[in-house]
Each structure stands twice: as structure tokens, then as C-alpha cells.
């Protein structure tokens, strides 16, 4: 199974951000044990300049080095920025999160805001319900 990680549980887990990190950290790695990882290329800049903000930049740049180990990187095609275009969530880089994940037959789209995935082909869930659901 496929599950496409949403950048908010990343940071989550990289700045150590209260209340997030025990759930997005147990969440992640409970996926990378049972699933497939995908995560948006544009998702890694986006990582990396906020987590520098909390850790340094050498911090983040090796944090994101050890990541890559454990993930798929997901480029966005042609074909994903098209249907964001034309999709009814009405936030473009949420909408090309979904298209990806679409693409490429994910099961979930985790992360810790899913309501910005409400009109996702693919259905969204925080790392807390995921815990929950694969005890």
C-alpha cells in the first residue's frame, strides 16, 4: 500500500512541534515499517525551508538526506498540474498533492490537515486516526 505524506507531518516530526510530533513521528514510522512513502518533490523545498528556520540548515539538510532513504520522491507531471487546475480543492499546492497521490494510487493522504483534502479523490486521515486504525 501507497500512503502520500503531507509536508505539515514531516515538520511535525523534523521540529519536534508540540503537540504534533508524537503522533506524526509514531504515524511515520509505523508507515515507512508497513507501506510505500511518497512524498511531492515540491514538498522537499517547502521541508527545508521551514525546518532550517527551527533546526539550521545543515540540520535540515541531513535530516532531508536521511528522509530520502526511507521515502519515494514524486515528481508533479504535466498531467497533475492540469488536474489540479481543474480540480474543486480550491487550494492549487493542496490540489497537486492530491492529483500525485491519485497518480499514484495512494491509499491515504496523511496529514494533519485534512480538510484541505476534503474534495480529494483520495481520502485524507491525520497521524493520530492512523495510529488508531493500524494498532
Not at 511515520?28 to 511518497?38: A, Q, V, W
Amino acid at each position: 500500500m501507497k500512503i502520500l505524506v503531507d509536508t505539515n507531518v514531516i515538520i511535525d516530526i523534523l521540529c519536534k512541534r508540540e503537540p504534533f510530533f508524537e503522533d506524526s513521528y509514531n504515524s511515520l514510522n509505523k508507515c515507512i515499517d508497513n507501506h510505500t512513502i511518497i512524498v511531492s518533490a515540491s514538498a522537499i523545498t517547502d521541508i527545508f525551508y521551514i525546518a532550517r528556520k527551527y533546526i539550521g540548515s545543515e540540520q535540515a539538510k541531513e535530516c532531508i538526506r536521511n528522509l530520502l532513504d526511507l521515502i519515494k520522491i514524486s515528481d508533479p507531471r504535466g498531467a497533475d498540474i492540469e488536474k489540479a487546475l481543474s480540480s474543486d480543492i480550491s487550494n492549487f499546492e493542496d490540489a497537486v498533492v492530491s492529483a500525485i497521490a491519485e497518480r499514484q494510487k495512494a491509499k491515504y493522504i496523511l496529514t494533519r490537515n485534512t480538510k484541505d483534502f476534503e474534495k480529494s479523490k483520495i481520502l485524507s486521515i491525520t497521524p493520530h486516526d492512523y495510529l488508531n486504525i493500524n494498532k
